[in-house]
């Protein structure tokens, strides 16, 4: 794996060259080592974190603070990848100069490289004032988590929806207006195989994905959680996942309270 630390004109390099990105979703030091080692060109902090983590029932209940804090641990733990971090619901929604605030908090303060705005579609001149305050920008569209409702979508569905077809034009049309705006990257979720191809083709700026994407895509997203199997109900089944990790914590767990309660000595303790 290459030690050269990744730059977004590199990155771009690769969308030309036809190499596809790869771009891991973490949220702690430990996991972000990981993804960067792995190879990652980002390591986006995303506002699932809530969700899967802290046992929230909707993104949009997470806050700056806790995106702070977040982004903070993620970025101690990558030195070659981008890290990129989402805003919560509520700066880009307030308008241009709460966004820009936002954004040189998360630059100043936790050491992002780019920022990732949910709907940004609806907001190209946040866009362009927070790429004017020099930070980049990583526009998400399609059906996410703040704009799933638009769509007629439940939050808890969007994961096996993809954009439809008719909205080819619409959409390939929100890409080149944020690519105007100043974005450096796109992240289109839900793009399916008929919309996805065509809004690569039609910019000129990496286009990844997560939810509904393909080798369609200039690169993926995945949570490090979902690509290990890191789920408490992956325990009783064998997940469709790269490892099962959840099984391997929860049978180590196991082990070590059965020695706890044997008065045996624990692995790893002196």
């Avoid at 997470?62 to 805003?87: N, P, Y």
Wanted: net charge negative.
């Amino acid at each position: 794996m290459s030690t050269t630390k990744v730059t977004i004109p590199a990155l771009q390099a690769m969308k030309a060259a036809g190499e596809k990105s790869v771009c891991f979703v973490a949220w702690d030091y430990q996991m972000a080592q990981l993804a960067d080692r792995a190879g990652a060109e980002i390591v986006s902090v995303g506002d699932t974190v809530g969700v899967n983590l802290w046992g929230q029932p909707h993104p949009l209940e997470i806050t700056m603070d806790e995106i702070m804090v977040v982004a903070k641990a993620v970025r101690r733990g990558v030195t070659r990848a981008l890290v990129s971090a989402d805003f919560p619901f509520g700066p880009l929604q307030e308008g241009s100069a709460s966004a820009v605030k936002a954004a040189i908090r998360l630059v100043k303060n936790a050491g992002v490289d780019l920022v990732k705005l949910d709907g940004a579609s609806d907001h190209p001149v946040a866009v362009e004032a927070i790429t004017r305050a020099g930070i980049p920008v990583f526009p998400q569209f399609g059906i996410t988590p703040q704009t799933s409702l638009k769509y007629g979508i439940e939050y808890s569905a969007a994961s096996t929806a993809q954009v439809p077809d008719e909205l080819l034009e619409e959409l390939v049309t929100e890409a080149k207006r944020l690519e105007s705006a100043g974005a450096v990257a796109l992240n289109f979720t839900n793009s399916g195989p008929v919309v996805g191809p065509a809004v690569v083709e039609a910019v000129g700026i990496p286009v990844l994905g997560g939810f509904g994407g393909g080798p369609w895509l200039d690169g993926r997203i995945r949570m490090v959680t979902a690509a290990i199997g890191y789920n408490a109900g992956n325990v009783d089944k064998e997940p469709d996942t790269y490892a099962n990790v959840a099984k391997v914590a929860y049978d180590a767990l196991v082990e070590c309270a059965s020695d706890i309660r044997g008065a045996r000595k624990l692995r790893g303790q002196k």
